[in-house]
């Protein structure tokens, strides 16, 4: 079946004003590891926004996603805190500093946890559907769904694109977003197939990891499946290995990642990686192609270190073969170094890796995969965006002198309550939303 002209579009996730090192995330090695310690929001910022430059200079097709308000003070006074947003902060920072920390947390840059997207050439109505994630497996996340559907209609208000509630929060329906989801296709703009992976099926209690939770439930990825109008025949769920969960693989993006015909992950990303292969060739209706990496070359442990498959595997224009974006991380595990250098020259599937210092990210938790978030557009959807997000120079220019501006080049746990801290944030995000052109989003604003 022939498509229309498209392009996977890349929205990467502005780092926010408050990114700070709590270490919140329960099963992420990274984030837990680094807790406590000075984070830069202004280094962080411009190291995202300098990988998304980098793309679009590629050739490739880059947006942004502007971060959320931090501290969120709604949170608070729903937690019983009362007074001023000063007197607010200082309560909370007296009784319960984590609380503080999680709802000042600039977890929103991974947007790759911010919705699933399912494109047009999927779905039942032809049209794009979005579901924000419900996050309802981590506090400092959970807080995160109702600026996210804002911030993503105003983005997307055009009438092919069909916008859903996030699922209902608790265990049953835990959802974290096209973290967990991974589309194949020939070409982005004709029907594909869609992977949903997930570590819980609510049934089989003797396969969930026994260490770290399971973020993702298949009930809740079915129920996303249907609500996008997914046909049966093109949608495969698979289990993740509970082993890889409990060595700090919170996330299907952190040991795998695919792109169009190519999934490139590690030996024990899924429980039943044979029965994964079969059902994707057979929904694809042809073999796709397979590059899975074995613990004698990167053992698991490496493979979450450095964040290899935290990568983006993309189709840049004019090259064949993938390029492979990956954390400056890889090359300092010895291991992971020498498989990228062996893959570059050997694989023709991957024709070229590209490393990029994200360590403030890096640091909390996330790398380039984690900073993204894929949506398939039609060169009509693109051309009649009204929102100023797709990136090109001069956007690139004020986005980085907009954060030069606002931004502290140093934040500690202690600067959090700092009153002066929330306005900047504001004043910070009132600027964005007038530079993006996406009109009132936040809660101060509306």
Excluded at 60 to 77: D, F, N, S, V
Excluded at 87 to 94: D, I
Excluded at 286 to 305: Q, W
Excluded at 357 to 385: F, H, K, W, Y
Aim: with cysteine; hydrophobic share 40%.
């Amino acid at each position: 079946m022939p498509g229309i002209k498209a392009w996977e579009v890349n929205f990467d996730g502005i780092v926010g004003p408050t990114h700070n090192y709590a270490g919140l995330s329960f099963g992420n090695v990274a984030s837990s590891s680094h807790g406590g310690q000075s984070s830069s929001p202004r280094q962080a910022a411009l190291q995202g926004l300098g990988k998304a430059w980098a793309l679009t200079q590629m050739g490739l097709k880059q947006g942004i996603i502007p971060p959320q308000e931090r501290p969120h003070i709604p949170t608070l006074r729903n937690l019983g805190f009362s007074g001023s947003e000063t007197e607010v902060l200082g309560q909370v920072a007296k009784e319960s500093p984590q609380l503080l920390a999680a709802t000042s947390s600039a977890s929103c840059m991974w947007v790759a946890n911010a919705a699933t997207i399912s494109p047009f050439a999927d779905t039942r109505d032809g049209k794009t559907h979005m579901t924000p994630a419900n996050l309802s497996s981590m506090f400092h996340r959970s807080i995160e769904p109702s600026t996210t559907s804002r911030v993503l209609q105003a983005m997307f208000n055009q009438d092919s694109f069909v916008h859903h509630a996030p699922l209902p929060a608790g265990p049953s329906f835990s959802d974290e977003g096209a973290a967990n989801h991974t589309r194949f296709c020939n070409k982005y703009g004709e029907p594909g197939v869609a992977l949903f992976v997930y570590g819980d099926d609510l049934v089989d209690k003797e396969a969930v990891p026994k260490k770290f939770p399971a973020r993702q439930t298949l009930p809740a990825c079915k129920a996303i499946a249907r609500s996008h109008g997914l046909s049966h025949e093109k949608v495969v769920y698979a289990r993740q290995n509970p082993a890889a969960i409990d060595a700090g693989v919170f996330h299907n993006d952190v040991i795998a990642v695919g792109n169009q015909g190519l999934l490139f992950h590690h030996e024990l990303a899924f429980a039943k990686r044979d029965e994964v292969y079969s059902q994707l060739d057979a929904a694809m209706g042809r073999a796709l192609d397979y590059i899975e990496v074995p613990s004698t070359k990167v053992s698991l442990s490496d493979a979450v270190r450095s964040y290899l498959f935290n990568s983006q595997l993309l189709s840049v224009p004019g090259k064949s073969g993938a390029t492979l974006i990956v954390p400056g991380e890889c090359e300092e595990v010895a291991a992971v170094h020498e498989y990228l250098q062996w893959l570059e020259s050997e694989s023709a599937l991957i024709n070229e890796v590209c490393y990029f210092n994200l360590r403030q990210s890096m640091n909390n938790g996330g790398g380039p995969a984690c900073l993204r978030l894929r949506v398939v557009m039609s060169e009509d959807q693109i051309a009649n965006t009204a929102s100023r997000i797709l990136l090109d120079e001069a956007l690139y220019s004020e986005l980085r002198t907009w954060v030069e501006r606002n931004y502290r080049d140093s934040l500690a746990a202690a600067d959090l309550q700092d009153p002066a801290l929330l306005s900047e944030c504001r004043t910070a995000l009132d600027e964005l939303t007038q530079l993006l052109k996406i009109g009132s989003v936040y809660d101060f604003q509306l």
